[in-house]
């Protein structure tokens, strides 16, 4: 769909198109924003095809820097830091920079927007009705720090970029700076990051170099201690690392009996890899306190066999290190910290253990009498309820008449006519026919009763 059909062919000059620099906390930095029809768009990176004369692009650009009250062209490009509204429709516009009269809606999905960033104007006071003393300074705006195209995306790392006197750019790097570490301390600590950690290699500043730094011991920080200077052809910006830097590195150790002991990994991109071997003591203390261990025991380097490739850590301690080092063959490194739970009976077995016994004693306190009354009063009626006759597997005892007995009828006791047979009652003469009988029925009843079943005795009497 063409957006810009009813602009025919007159300029954006012509048409006084509305025209922002947005996403920045700047209005002379952003990316290109236009109004057309109604609608805020997003100009496209691939616009007015700037990249094949970068100094012309720049001249045709600062005039749309003129037209926003801003100071020339500085740079044209893709800035990923500029974080403008996403609900913007981009487009794709062709003629000189600065020109909206040929701007089409952009049909690939990749499109990335075009940033423009231009020297800031100088403030504009009104006059004084007096002139000031000359002992007072004119105001200026203090100097800010900004670190930027950090590596993985970590915080506290990246470019130094540096905006003093309406002028921002980068630092230009020197191998002869070692010495200013003091500088990049101070540096480091405005920027509310920790302390100098060291210098990153390989990365690429998005301003050019406006700046170079000035003898750290005689200069007055922030102001008196960066010199302006005209961009260089050629040159390598400052890029710092702080100790506050994050994401921090994750460590495990694994292979081990326990949890604080084992080989050493470390976790970069979303993987787990080895730590190569350090003669740093330190480092491994730092592990093992990671872990949550103890004081650090012992270590040693693994066999030859178990080498691969692992991460190097050329700090001090590993929370210095970000692993931007490329992996390469080396030797693990297996560690045995002190284990604060060691094996054994931990807190918790030992308490319920403990509850256990409490609830197993107060169980007998309450139901011990009561099942223990419950199985003597069981045991003594099974004990009366005895048979003490003759069985089928063993007759101890015989019974026999005696050959003088005479066998008593009911004609001899006419009065037992309630008697099942003639032998529930004992004999009234010396001589029995049965005395065996006679002797047994005697001893039963002369036994105490001491149960409460004397009336089924009686009847077992009876019966014999």
């Given at each position: 769909?063409?957006?810009?059909?009813?602009?025919?062919?007159?300029?954006?000059e012509?048409?006084e198109?509305?025209?922002?620099?947005?996403?920045?906390?700047s209005?002379c930095?952003?990316?290109?924003?236009?109004?057309?029809?109604?609608?805020?768009?997003?100009?496209?990176?691939?616009s007015?095809?700037?990249?094949?004369?970068?100094?012309?692009s720049?001249q045709q650009?600062?005039?749309?820097c003129?037209?926003?009250?801003?100071?020339?062209?500085?740079?044209?490009?893709?800035?990923?830091?500029?974080?403008p509204?996403?609900?913007?429709p981009?487009?794709?516009?062709?003629?000189?920079?600065g020109?909206?009269?040929k701007?089409n809606?952009?049909s690939?999905?990749q499109?990335?927007?075009l940033?423009?960033?231009?020297?800031?104007?100088p403030?504009?006071?009104?006059?004084?009705?007096?002139?000031?003393?000359?002992?007072?300074?004119?105001?200026?705006?203090?100097?800010?720090?900004?670190?930027?195209n950090?590596?993985?995306g970590?915080?506290?790392?990246?470019v130094?970029?540096?905006?003093?006197?309406?002028?921002?750019?980068?630092?230009?790097?020197?191998?002869?700076?070692?010495s200013?570490?003091?500088?990049?301390?101070?540096i480091?600590?405005s920027l509310q990051?920790?302390?100098?950690?060291?210098?990153?290699?390989?990365l690429?500043?998005?301003?050019?170099?406006?700046?170079?730094?000035?003898n750290p011991t005689?200069c007055?920080?922030?102001?008196g201690?960066?010199?302006?200077?005209q961009?260089?052809?050629s040159?390598?910006?400052?890029a710092l690392?702080?100790?506050?830097f994050q994401?921090?590195?994750?460590?495990?150790?694994?292979?081990?009996?326990?949890p604080?002991?084992?080989?050493?990994?470390?976790?970069?991109?979303?993987?787990?890899?080895?730590?190569?071997?350090?003669?740093?003591?330190?480092?491994?203390?730092?592990?093992?306190?990671?872990?949550?261990?103890?004081?650090?025991?012992s270590?040693?380097?693994?066999d030859?066999?178990e080498?691969?490739?692992?991460?190097?850590?050329s700090?001090?301690?590993?929370?210095?290190?970000h692993?931007?080092?490329?992996?390469?063959?080396?030797?693990?490194?297996?560690?045995?910290?002190?284990?604060?739970?060691?094996?054994g009976?931990?807190a918790?077995?030992?308490?319920?253990?403990?509850?256990?016994?409490?609830?197993?004693?107060?169980?007998l306190?309450?139901?011990g009498?009561?099942?223990?009354?419950?199985?003597?009063?069981?045991?003594r009626q099974?004990?009366?309820r005895?048979?003490?006759?003759p069985?089928e597997m063993?007759q101890?005892?015989?019974?026999?008449?005696h050959?003088?007995?005479?066998v008593r009828?009911?004609?001899?006791n006419?009065?037992?006519?309630?008697?099942?047979?003639?032998?529930?009652?004992?004999p009234?003469?010396?001589?029995?026919?049965?005395p065996?009988?006679e002797?047994?029925?005697?001893?039963?009843?002369?036994q105490?009763?001491?149960?409460?079943?004397?009336?089924?005795?009686?009847q077992?009497?009876?019966?014999l």
């Amino acid at each position: 769909m063409l957006v810009t059909s009813c602009l025919g062919g007159s300029r954006w000059e012509d048409q006084e198109l509305q025209v922002v620099l947005n996403g920045s906390h700047s209005l002379c930095q952003g990316q290109v924003e236009v109004h057309i029809q109604n609608t805020w768009h997003t100009v496209d990176n691939r616009s007015w095809d700037w990249h094949n004369s970068l100094q012309e692009s720049l001249q045709q650009a600062s005039k749309l820097c003129r037209k926003l009250d801003c100071g020339e062209a500085l740079i044209l490009g893709h800035f990923p830091r500029f974080k403008p509204p996403k609900n913007h429709p981009p487009v794709t516009c062709r003629g000189h920079v600065g020109s909206f009269a040929k701007c089409n809606a952009s049909s690939s999905a990749q499109t990335k927007p075009l940033g423009l960033v231009c020297l800031e104007p100088p403030k504009k006071t009104p006059p004084p009705t007096s002139p000031p003393p000359t002992t007072t300074p004119a105001p200026t705006d203090p100097p800010r720090f900004l670190l930027v195209n950090a590596p993985r995306g970590l915080r506290c790392a990246g470019v130094l970029e540096v905006y003093m006197g309406g002028v921002i750019g980068s630092v230009h790097f020197d191998e002869a700076w070692d010495s200013a570490q003091g500088l990049e301390n101070r540096i480091c600590d405005s920027l509310q990051c920790g302390t100098f950690v060291k210098h990153l290699e390989r990365l690429n500043g998005s301003l050019p170099i406006r700046w170079r730094m000035a003898n750290p011991t005689s200069c007055t920080f922030p102001d008196g201690c960066f010199l302006r200077v005209q961009p260089p052809d050629s040159g390598r910006p400052l890029a710092l690392l702080c100790s506050e830097f994050q994401p921090k590195v994750q460590s495990r150790l694994v292979g081990g009996s326990g949890p604080c002991a084992g080989s050493v990994e470390v976790r970069q991109d979303g993987q787990w890899a080895a730590l190569c071997s350090s003669k740093s003591i330190e480092l491994w203390k730092e592990v093992c306190r990671e872990q949550r261990c103890g004081h650090f025991i012992s270590g040693h380097e693994l066999d030859a066999s178990e080498s691969l490739q692992g991460h190097p850590c050329s700090q001090k301690n590993l929370s210095q290190c970000h692993l931007l080092e490329e992996k390469r063959k080396c030797k693990r490194m297996f560690i045995t910290c002190q284990d604060p739970n060691p094996a054994g009976l931990g807190a918790g077995s030992v308490m319920s253990i403990i509850l256990a016994l409490v609830l197993l004693a107060m169980l007998l306190t309450v139901c011990g009498p009561l099942a223990y009354k419950k199985l003597v009063k069981k045991f003594r009626q099974k004990k009366q309820r005895q048979w003490i006759g003759p069985t089928e597997m063993s007759q101890n005892m015989s019974f026999h008449r005696h050959h003088t007995a005479t066998v008593r009828t009911s004609a001899v006791n006419p009065t037992a006519t309630h008697v099942e047979n003639e032998y529930s009652q004992p004999p009234t003469s010396a001589n029995t026919a049965y005395p065996a009988l006679e002797g047994a029925l005697r001893r039963i009843s002369t036994q105490p009763d001491n149960s409460s079943d004397s009336d089924y005795d009686l009847q077992v009497t009876q019966r014999l």
